[in-house]
């Protein structure tokens, strides 16, 4: 069975730090592109990132570029988000996704929240 | 990076047919037949209904279907079930990212 378990998540100050992980099982995990994508409280759904399947490339939604930095390690299927300079709008369930075509999320993990406030 | 648009709502009631749009632009929906949409109920994860437009994947009812026309797609929902009420997410291809809609409320009556 595919699965993606993240952890992370915490209450974090304005200004931190913060490093997801996603932990993948059941298919090859090398194969495929994984995403983030997140979810503020009462709110719809938002890309984040994206990192193709060798790593090589990596892509960002405007709002996190310069600040999040997503990568991967394939030998121990697991995904990360490495978040710098919080803020409070980055409140939000963080969701990994595997990615079988561009936009085309199959499999998502239970999500990680992450609250940025003093 | 503009969000996709979808009604904030729609209802109907069981057995009935609903239909959920979702306008983007010529740089996105109306330029990629890379269209997926998400049902995700309160507290859970969202789940794949569609995808490439209008195709399902294995284990989805045939009761959900996608179109595209120029540059909004739609999601239609054939004999409403009391399980289908959750929150519906369109999503599209906008070149090197990907665009969400800001999701639609489902009620069945």
């Known amino acids: 069975e595919m699965q993606l378990l993240e952890s992370g998540g915490g209450l974090v100050q304005p200004g931190g730090s913060l490093r997801l992980s996603c932990a993948a099982s059941g298919f090859t995990f090398s194969s495929y592109a994984m995403s983030w994508v997140r979810q503020a409280p009462g709110k719809g759904l938002e890309w984040v990132s994206t990192?193709?399947?060798?790593?090589?490339?990596?892509y960002y939604a405007d709002s996190v570029k310069g600040r999040f930095t997503i990568s991967r390690d394939n030998s121990k299927n697991t995904l990360y988000l490495q978040m710098n300079s919080l803020r409070a709008e980055d409140t939000a369930v963080y969701f990994c996704?595997?990615?079988?075509?561009?936009?085309?999320?199959?499999?998502w993990g239970q999500g990680t929240m992450v609250t940025v406030s003093s | 990076q503009s969000a996709l648009t979808q009604p904030a709502s729609v209802s109907g009631s069981p057995g009935q047919s609903i239909t959920i749009s979702c306008a983007g632009t010529?740089?996105?929906?109306?330029?990629?037949?890379?269209v997926s949409w998400y049902q995700q109920h309160p507290g859970k994860a969202p789940k794949l209904m569609i995808y490439e437009v209008s195709k399902r994947p294995s284990g989805v009812s045939n009761r959900f279907s996608g179109s595209k026309s120029g540059n909004t797609a739609s999601l239609t929902i054939s004999g409403l079930q009391a399980e289908d009420e959750a929150d519906y997410y369109c999503?599209?291809?906008?070149?090197?990212?990907?665009?969400f809609g800001g999701g639609t409320k489902l009620t069945v009556l």
């Open positions: 010529s740089s996105d929906i109306g330029n990629y037949n890379l």
């Open positions: 990192i193709i399947g060798s790593g090589g490339s990596t």
């Open positions: 996704a595997k990615e079988v075509k561009w936009g085309c999320f199959d499999i």
């Open positions: 999503c599209s291809y906008a070149g090197s990212s990907t665009l």
